[in-house]
């Protein structure tokens, strides 16, 4: 579809992009821009990029450049970046976009960014978690579009199409809103109850030979990269805040049936929760 | 190895272990005692069972009877049964275990009796919603093992290595402790996790449109039967409420750290939680 993309940060997400790249014919030719030595060589032992080059190198060659790097180095990186474009396409594929969105917002290159979350990702990071077929039948969120030049609009449709996405639109302030439900509380509850757990351990280790597949479930997120997942949460802290507050005060009503045997109310709690079967089968 | 199992209540668990029993050989012949008519009609229309029984005809014929009840039914039921057996063996797969135990620890026939826990479930019930291969490689405990006789102690080790499952042995009362931590906790957290975003959904369907891998894999356990968790949470309400007093104060670490930017502080509970790659691949 194009001659090169550039894919800025080849770890997890990044890696999992280039495969796809490849794969689709997206791009012909795929550079890799990676700080860290030992992601680059891996990089292109694994033959996710064609080739690593710096940054400067990789936006002058590139048609489209794509950032996957951690949200506060994204932040400080796109202005930059934006500064040297001349008719490229920027996007970025990052879990938080209001800040991110007002870092760029007046300036004068903005219409060639356009802000970009794929609804895909695992516990995993580095170049050698890039997994083949991701992002497939997932949904992605494109931001602000509007604000977008629409080759570069019309890009990241094409892109995301050809990867078998179901795309979404919306702005920035409410993205960060409905990510803090669907993505940012449920690493937070995973990295709390894995606390929780490891707490007991201290005592006791039978308890990790009885670890069933539902414990599993709830709890392997909290195997995520803290570096990734420090700055979303800082980024999104007012929305995580509110939803925090509400999943503590759910919980609450869970402890408060417990204490009291208010076994009616347990259940119609639980009942009320089966309706989750909606939206996830 | 016996001649005819009986399973009482056959529905995910029962219905799961009928399969496996058929497949495994470990009882020509496979009795259904199934309270719910319908229940009663799909067991026999999937072939989970070869016959359903009353419960007194099942007693009489079977050599082996395993209780697949929920935990409020099975505490009433298995004095009853132990009431009427003369030499067989009979076995739980219930999720707690102290309450159960005592109401027949002084029973005339409790060494006749085994209490077993397969660490192995799904969200879903019903016998349609038995699995083909269910429990391959998981942990089964079975507690207070020595008031059982040694025929049934034996048994139970034999049927669970046919299944092979991982045994491990321990008292009720621990068991109880441990189950509250790596299987009870994480329905409590996925209910709440669940009803936190439904609560949200009133004001806004985007959210579930957006609805991601990790997010749904925290929140599966929603889907899970109220009828069936009321009861253990019952039974186990309090180890439930320590590790749920545990785990909100865990959530309010992450929450004070958002509050006052400690972001060194939620780096920390993060790398921390990481440590659950010791127990879960």
């Known amino acids: 579809m194009i001659n090169k993309i550039a894919i800025v940060g080849v770890g997890l997400i990044g890696g999992s992009l280039a495969l796809q790249c490849r794969k689709k014919g997206i791009a012909e030719k795929i550079i890799g821009v990676e700080s860290n030595t030992n992601h680059a060589a891996q990089a292109l032992s694994l033959h996710l990029v064609d080739e690593i080059l710096s940054l400067d190198d990789a936006i002058k060659n590139a048609d489209v450049i794509v950032l996957t790097v ?8 796109l202005p930059d970046i934006l500064d040297k474009v001349k008719g490229q396409i ?11 969105s007002k870092a760029v917002d007046h300036h004068r290159n903005r219409g060639r960014f356009i802000a970009t979350h794929p609804m895909w990702g695992t516990e995993y990071s580095g170049p050698a978690a890039a997994v083949e077929g991701a992002f497939e039948n997932k949904a992605v969120i494109l931001c602000d579009s509007e604000k977008s ?16 996405m179901r795309i979404l639109e919306m702005n920035a ?5 409905h990510a803090a439900y669907v993505s940012h509380i449920s690493h937070i509850t995973s990295f709390a109850l894995a606390n929780t757990v490891l707490e007991k351990e201290r ?11 539902g414990f599993e479930s709830t709890v392997r997120l909290a195997k995520s990269n ?8 800082m980024q ?9 507050n509400e999943h503590i005060s759910q919980l609450r009503k869970f402890k408060s049936c417990l204490e009291k045997d208010n076994w009616e109310y347990l259940k119609e709690l639980m009942s009320n ?9």
Chains 1, 2 share one sequence.
Do not use: C
């Not at 920027?90 to 991110?100: C, E, H, N, R, Y």
């Open 149 to 164: 030049d629409s080759d570069v609009f019309e890009f990241a449709k094409k892109m995301y199409s050809m990867l078998n």
């Open 236 to 244: 999104n802290k007012e929305n995580v805040l509110d939803v925090l």
């Open 273 to 281: 929760a089966n309706q989750i079967r909606r939206i996830i089968q």
């Open 173 to 177: 302030v409410d993205h960060d809103l």
């Open 226 to 233: 803290p570096d990734m997942w420090t700055p979303i949460l």
């Open 70 to 77: 951690p949200m506060n180095v994204l932040v400080g990186l």
């Open 90 to 100: 920027v996007m970025d594929m990052g879990s938080t976009k209001s800040i991110l």
């Open 203 to 213: 005592e006791d280790n039978a308890i990790f030979e009885m670890a069933s597949a």
